[in-house]
């Protein structure tokens, strides 16, 4: 079935750093891409999503492009603030099996230092 | 807007009782899902209804849990009895739609924890 993959955290970085999580997941066709973000004590947020290959979905100073040819949807941010220390999920939404509902990854926690 | 209630926050209970939760879906949103989110896991889905008819339940133990969306508006999901595996974060979403244009929006969750 579809399934969702991402780089294991916790993963804690310095202000201004530069940010990749990656993301890789597998699919019947072509399933539609999704970043999400948690702060903590709030709901799931929509980050970014792309609905097609090659697109690239950007928000906040985040950025993924949607890569078919390696089944990836990688979240960069040129330089991380204290304010995006978060659990991100990736997550994707398929059109087969999983009847177009959302399949997340496990969540990479990112916790930036001032 | 108002966004996607949930009630309770928290709730603890021993294991074999039973609990409620509620949500209240964000107004005019005809989709509303409900997740369990195992800690250091992601939601995983339970159950999803359009309007007040279920479209997809295959994830849901239906021995033991129920759910159900009367009028259309707000859901109640229900454990009966709970087990120690069944501690996790119970999240609820709605949408517009189904499509994958229409976006989910979360609730704050429902923390349960079973002793």
């Known amino acids: 079935g579809d399934s969702v993959t991402q780089m294991e955290g916790p993963v804690t970085l310095s202000e201004e750093a530069f940010l990749t999580i990656n993301c890789t997941y597998t699919a019947t066709g072509y399933p539609s891409l999704f970043w999400y973000v948690q702060y903590p004590g709030e709901g799931l947020q929509l980050l970014l999503k792309a609905t097609k290959a090659d697109d690239k979905g950007s928000n906040k100073g985040f950025e993924a492009t949607y890569r078919k040819e390696t089944t990836s949807f990688h979240l960069e941010k040129g330089s991380v603030q204290v304010s995006d220390s978060a659990v991100y999920f990736c997550a994707l939404k398929g059109y087969g099996g999983s009847q177009g509902n959302l399949i997340f990854g496990k969540g990479t926690k990112l916790s930036v230092k001032p | 807007e108002a966004g996607v209630a949930q009630s309770p926050r928290y709730k603890i209970i021993e294991k074999r009782q039973s609990v409620a939760f509620w949500c209240n879906p964000i107004s005019g949103h005809a989709t509303l899902y409900w997740y369990q989110q195992i800690l250091g896991q992601g939601p995983k889905l339970l159950i999803q209804?359009?309007?007040?008819?279920?479209?997809?339940d295959s994830q849901l133990p239906k021995d033991r849990f129920s759910a159900e969306r009367l009028k259309g508006v707000d859901s109640t999901l229900k454990i009966q009895p709970a087990k120690l595996e069944d501690s996790a974060v119970y999240l609820c979403a709605s949408s517009p739609g189904t499509g994958v244009d229409n976006e989910q929006f979360f609730g704050p969750g429902t923390r349960l924890t079973v002793l």
């Open positions: 209804f359009q309007n007040n008819g279920v479209v997809d």
